[in-house]
């Protein structure tokens, strides 16, 4: 059963739209939703919690509409900033959010209190941005949610408290088989933790793949520039030029470029590869090429 699924979905705004939005988050996955900044992630996910009205199609959470409310107990909830008074400590902001959440589990709450050591007393205006990012999480994780959505977590962490973060989700995954869903700009932390990712570019969606199916399909491919061909460019999704020869991202099996030998170097594709080649202008004029005595069925 997928936790959440898109059907046809549009949002029309200002300078901006969605159009004909069709996506699956598959549960009991961790699920990455990329794309450059303005492409449409906090859009999706507002229209995803019924926080912003969709003008067509459906949206469906656990299999009902997304639009019944009593879904919300079931999914928890980590931005990129922390929505919360300022000049409350944790131990007030629970008062107010605890009642709110009939799985609401103190014991939990505890943990993780004292597992991500935060002060209960402390004003929130006093935290560092770790402190509140950690405050979030354990707002998200006290009711023990189905779905936990993030929404640009790891922005502006530093680097040891974003690998903790990444190893507690991981954690979660394995003890209590949560269903994640990790939008971010910050593809490094998907490549060993997600198990899908959905690629959003300017309101549309470019793919939605398994990691496995990424890893299996996409590579970068390198040689000297007078390997270019233009009869042949279309073969690559996008092309990098300059001095001391050519870089583009290819789909597909890459055994074909084996006829050249050592003149094409041939590696995995990383999703900020995919990212950067699928989104540069050029990528629907420049493309690559290759040596003769290829022959491409």
Known sequence: MNTVEFHH???????????????????????????????GKTTTIQMMMNLLKIDEGEIKLFGNTHKNQHLKQRIG???????????????HMKSFIAPLYETWNEDLFQRYV????????????????????????????AHEPEFIVMDEPTAGLDPIFRRELLD???ELMVRENQTIFLSTHITTDLDRLADHIIFIYKGKIMFQKSMEQIKD????????????DTDTKDLFIGIQENNLGFSALFEGDPAIFDPIGKDIV???????????????????????????GIEIN
């Open 217 to 228: 399909s996409f590579y970068v491919i390198k040689g000297r520039s007078d390997l270019i």
């Open 266 to 292: 041939t590696e995995r594709a990383t999703l900020e590869d995919i990212m950067f080649f699928m989104t540069r202008k050029e990528s629907s004029t420049g493309a690559a090429d290759f040596a003769e």
């Open 168 to 170: 507690l989700l991981q």
């Open 77 to 91: 909830f980590v931005y990129d900033d922390l929505f919360m008074y300022e000049d409350f400590t944790i131990n």
């Open 9 to 39: 979905v549009t949002k029309r705004r200002k300078g901006f739209s969605i159009e004909d939005l069709n996506i699956t988050i598959p549960r009991g996955f961790i699920t990455g939703f990329i794309g450059p900044n303005g492409s």
């Open 114 to 141: 004292t597992e991500f050591e935060l002060p209960l007393k402390k004003k929130i205006k006093k935290f560092s941005k770790g402190m509140k990012m950690k405050t979030s999480l354990l707002f998200a994780l």
